[in-house]
């Protein structure tokens, strides 16, 4: 089972500034990486897919980066709506596996 | 729009069984695996189950392999999750989820039905 570790746990961050949120595969996932946010009480979304592509409707301030085994989620301007959990998964190999994930504050 | 609406959670003992459902709507069901995903309570994202488009492959994680069995009705446009000798540990909300066209990418997600196992 590929394992995915997620930093930091927690991201405490002012309206405006960057978030820099890190995902590492245990071994190598080429681009099989996507990424999800969670808000408070709500099933999660989408954000990015295949490492790197926005998915429909997401805000550009939100971009992912990486191959192999590190992976960069990037906000470039966090808003006050970004207060979420973010987890990482990859689907290179069965089972399709989850990041613990991180928590950004606001 | 695509709207997955999960039904039948709710409290059961351990050993109990329990059938969930997911009625989908606002695409091609047929085209698309669909899954499975679990939350216990405080806890991150665990992978259950994936269907195929067809429901001819199923695929399970194997903390549920051979009591849980996921299913489909094409013509209904719903997943079923049959779970069977529940324990405490199956606790959480389950989320019907629906594949992009690759099985492993999650683009849309039910608002999730909550299972407790609990005596």
């Known amino acids: 089972e590929i394992v995915l570790t997620q930093s930091p746990a927690t991201l405490s961050l002012s309206p405006g500034e960057r978030a820099t949120l890190s995902c590492r595969a245990s071994?190598?996932?080429?681009?099989?990486l996507a990424w999800y946010q969670q808000k408070p009480g709500q099933a999660p979304r989408l954000l990015i897919y295949?490492?790197?592509n926005r998915a429909t409707g997401i805000p550009p301030r939100f971009s992912g980066s990486g191959s192999g085994t590190d992976f960069t989620l990037t906000i470039s301007s966090l808003e006050p709506e970004d207060l979420a959990l973010y987890y990482c998964?990859?689907?290179?190999?069965?089972?399709?596996?989850f990041g613990q994930g991180t928590k950004v504050e606001i | 729009e695509v709207q997955l609406l999960e039904s039948g959670g709710g409290l059961v003992q351990p050993g109990g069984s329990l059938r969930l459902s997911c009625a989908a709507s606002?695409?091609?069901?047929?085209?698309?695996?669909m899954n499975w995903v679990r939350q216990a309570p405080g806890k991150g994202l665990e992978w259950v189950s994936t269907?195929?488009?067809?429901?001819?492959?199923?695929y399970y994680a194997d903390s549920v392999k051979g009591r849980f069995t996921t299913s489909r009705d094409n013509s209904k446009t719903t997943l079923s999750l049959q779970m069977n000798s529940l324990t405490a540990d199956d606790t959480a909300l389950y989320y019907c989820?629906?594949?992009?066209?690759?099985?492993?990418?999650?683009?849309?997600w039910g608002q999730g039905t909550r299972v407790s196992v609990s005596s």
């Open positions: 998964q990859q689907r290179r190999n069965w089972p399709c596996t």
């Open positions: 989820v629906k594949s992009t066209a690759h099985y492993g990418t999650y683009d849309f």
């Open positions: 071994q190598n996932i080429n681009t099989y």
């Open positions: 269907i195929s488009g067809s429901g001819v492959d199923t």
């Open positions: 606002g695409f091609t069901f047929g085209s698309y695996a």
């Open positions: 295949d490492a790197s």
